[in-house]
């Protein structure tokens, strides 16, 4: 069996899931998205060739139901609410290589061609069922599963259904599935999430229902063998990874997949880690490299929810703050994994005391001293002290890092060590005074302040190009600003700047939030 080490690739492919349309996206939606996105950015800046998919998945029960109540057909439905998220992503300032719908044609003739392969293997078998049956989450409980009497992810009520379905041979593949998870140990991050599959998988494993018939369900994608039925949409959404992919090939000419990264939420764990991988095993696939489930966000200790009143629309942070530091608090504020809590008090200190007082200070400062004191042009260093040393150190630390730990998606992490060297530059500053300095004639001084300004202007060169991948726009403004060099992995190393540099226009790029009280 092929064991995936976390090493770096040449290439990377990382997907979302794809987003059900029948609702609005909301901030879970505007996560997983900016972290697939970040993820992507830096790889691209690491020199990899790096392609980023998501989409929408349109089919299914919930999307007839919301159809009919709103007295339209399903596909006007998909057609409309698609373009919610599909015009939400500029907004974000996502950089997605392909958007997929899973009512594409492509997509599903790729889904009836390897429910046939299946089929034809004698993988895929049909047979009376009776179950409990929840239309929110659009899948069968087992008595036990219940809570309360309601299926146990949304809380909703279930309903008592008896009929002929067909199903995927799923529990041929526990074993190997077990395998596979204790030989890959970092296949499913991060590790606790592992072991609650493996702990899931303690049980025996049933097969799967792929199937929904036609005269409860039409809005679906036709079994290929069986006309009288549609594909269960779990079954059919998954396989949009590899269909939205299939002719596509990175610049060497090999082929996207297997994905590296697939970036879900942890409420479809069970559905991206037991029946993703043990239908790919079923048809020959290759496995995904990693999955990686994140957390939710939480409002006052419970999961956000638009009907309870409790939802953040990201739009409205976006209008207000700018999509940037929407972006960083996003990153900075979630450990990759855990759930976290979303309050505006909290967003109004993080983006104060990172990005103003840290970033926006030392970039500030750096480029006002130049602009007065060197004709607006960056100064050669006169010497490298043991100061300057300290803050290339630190510098070098976060490069190395950030390398180590993007791997794994330690974003929250890779953020907060960057802010070390800026954080330093500004003791740097206050230690040294600058300001003073440039009052001083004498030459000592002079070169000093010479050197003081090129370390800054290091710092910050390495610092934005380090965080340029959370904030984009801003990143480049500053770099424009400071007239450095672009950004690429080449970049990433202290005392590149040669001196004579041209500064451009100066701006406050991350002004403080002053709330009224």
């Known amino acids: 069996m092929l064991i995936y080490y976390i090493t770096p690739m040449p290439n990377f492919y990382a997907t979302t899931p794809i987003y059900y349309v029948n609702d609005r996206p909301h901030i879970g939606h505007a996560y997983t998205t900016v972290l697939t996105d970040v993820l992507t950015r830096y790889h691209k800046l690491f020199g990899f060739d790096a392609f980023f998919m998501t989409g929408v998945d349109e089919h299914g029960q919930k999307v ?165 039925f549609v594909t269960y949409v779990w079954v059919d959404a998954l396989e949009n990874y590899i269909s939205g992919v299939q002719n596509k090939k990175y610049k060497d000419g090999s082929p996207l997949w297997p994905a590296d990264f697939h970036i879900i939420g942890k409420d479809i764990l069970t559905t991206h880690c037991i029946y993703w991988p043990t239908i790919i095993m079923a048809m020959g ?44 608090y996003l990153i900075r504020e979630m450990v990759v994994g855990l759930d976290a809590t979303f309050s505006h008090d909290s967003f109004v200190r993080r983006i104060n005391s990172d990005l103003a007082n840290d970033l926006g200070n030392g970039l500030n400062r750096i480029h006002k001293l130049t602009l007065t004191n060197f004709d607006g042009k960056i100064p050669a260093c006169a010497e490298h002290g043991e100061q300057e040393k300290e803050l290339e150190n630190l510098c070098q630390k976060a490069i190395d890092f950030t390398k180590k730990n993007i791997s794994e998606a330690k974003l929250s992490l890779i953020a907060e060590e ?40 290091e710092v910050l060169r390495i610092a934005l190009a380090l965080l340029s991948p959370v904030i984009p726009q801003k990143a480049e403004q500053g770099r424009l600003m400071l007239g450095l060099p672009e950004f690429s992995e080449e970049s990433l190393k202290f005392g590149l700047l040669k001196g004579g540099e041209v500064l451009g226009k100066g701006e406050a790029l991350f002004p403080r939030i002053q709330e009224e009280t």
């Not at 499913?188 to 036609?214: A, T």
Request: net charge neutral; hydrophobic share 35%; aromatic share 14%.
């Open 64 to 228: 007839q139901k919301v159809a009919a109540a709103r007295g339209i057909s399903p596909q006007e439905h998909v057609d409309e609410y698609s373009e919610h998220f599909r015009n939400l992503w500029p907004k974000l300032n996502i950089d997605y290589g392909y958007f997929i719908r899973t009512t594409d044609a492509h997509h599903k003739k790729f889904v009836q061609d390897s429910l046939q392969h299946l089929f034809d293997k004698g993988e895929i078998y049909s047979k009376e069922y009776s179950g409990w049956y929840s239309v929110g989450e659009e899948r069968f409980f087992d008595e036990n599963e219940l809570i309360d009497g309601k299926d146990p992810i949304s809380g909703r009520a279930v309903e008592w259904i008896n009929e002929k379905n067909y199903f995927f041979k799923m529990s041929n593949y526990q074993q190997r599935l077990i395998d596979c998870i204790n030989e890959n140990p970092s296949w499913i991050l991060p590790e606790f999430r592992k072991n609650e599959v493996l702990g899931f998988l303690k049980k025996p494993l049933n097969d799967l229902c792929i199937s929904r018939p036609k005269s409860r369900l039409s809005w679906g994608i036709p079994l290929p063998f069986d006309q009288d």
């Open 285 to 328: 696939w290759e496995l995904p490299k990693h999955i990686l489930a994140h957390g939710w966000w939480l409002i006052d200790g419970s999961k956000m929810s638009k009907t309870s009143g409790t939802g953040v629309n990201p739009m409205d942070y976006i209008e207000n703050y700018g999509v940037d530091v929407f972006r960083y």
């Open 418 to 457: 960057i802010l070390n060297p800026i954080k330093a530059l500004n003791r740097y500053l206050e230690a040294t005074a600058p300001w003073k300095l440039a009052k001083s004639t004498e030459q000592k001084d002079k070169d000093k302040l010479a050197t003081v300004l090129y370390a800054g202007a």
